[in-house]
């Protein structure tokens, strides 16, 4: 509210403008409304979580248009495994003491894919040195799925070293097998999960859900 001083002035908000009086003159501006803390713990808890995901995804993006070739209407492949990776693998580590909130992602939930043909059943995974050898069931067991399905391979060592390998094997072969690069001498964390090459990916029945394989 503006306040009338002697000889004329006013001070204060008055409408869409705000008077005030320096060295003796009267001065107006027009109003801007304070912007509210951009650095709230809410903020840097919603920053913090998409920061994660993205940085997970960076090597991801194109095993993430195949696994999720269908997205809903409206929204893009990579925007529903982020919006997927929230709802199911996210998980807050942030201590009482920290400055500022901290996730991580649960490997074990993160899902590279989704779709209705089934997942490789599987018997057995050593890995030798470089080299890893994953056998499945080869029986098709449902309609939905072909022999031709390709098993796609995603090792990941660290965010930023990810190693992709779309074909290490078809469904009917029963057995599929990746040699990783050199520079992949630690345990990696491993996903697997069919495709049907035989036909454009344009939906759900044309790959299946990503299979987390724990660390090798």
């Known amino acids: 509210m503006a306040k009338v001083h002697g000889f004329g002035m006013f001070s204060g908000k008055f409408g869409n403008q705000v008077y005030f009086i320096r060295n003796g003159k009267c001065f107006v501006r027009a109003y801007s409304k304070k912007r509210e803390d951009p650095n709230t713990w809410l903020q840097q808890m ?68 989704r779709g209705i043909i089934e997942a490789p059943l599987l018997e057995s995974i050593t890995r030798i040195g470089q080299e890893i050898t994953l056998i499945w069931e080869d029986d098709l067991r449902s309609d939905v799925n072909h022999p031709s399905d390709t098993c796609l391979l995603v090792a990941m060592m660290s965010y930023d070293k990810v190693y992709i390998d ?51």
């Open 166 to 216: 779309y074909n290490i094997g078809q469904r009917s072969d029963g057995i599929g097998k990746v040699t990783l690069p050199q520079d992949f001498q630690e345990p990696v964390h491993l996903w697997i999960f069919f495709m049907n090459n035989q036909v454009e990916l344009r939906a759900k029945k044309h790959v299946s859900d990503s299979l987390y394989l724990g660390k090798h």
């Open 46 to 113: 919603q920053r913090a979580r998409f920061a994660e995901i993205q940085h997970f995804l960076k090597e991801l993006q194109p095993v993430i248009r195949i696994g999720y070739c269908t997205p809903p209407p409206r929204m893009s492949s990579y925007n529903e495994a982020v919006q997927n990776l929230l709802r199911r693998a996210l998980i807050n580590v942030t201590a009482p003491d920290d400055d500022h909130p901290k996730f991580i992602i649960d490997y074990s939930n993160a899902q590279l894919s």
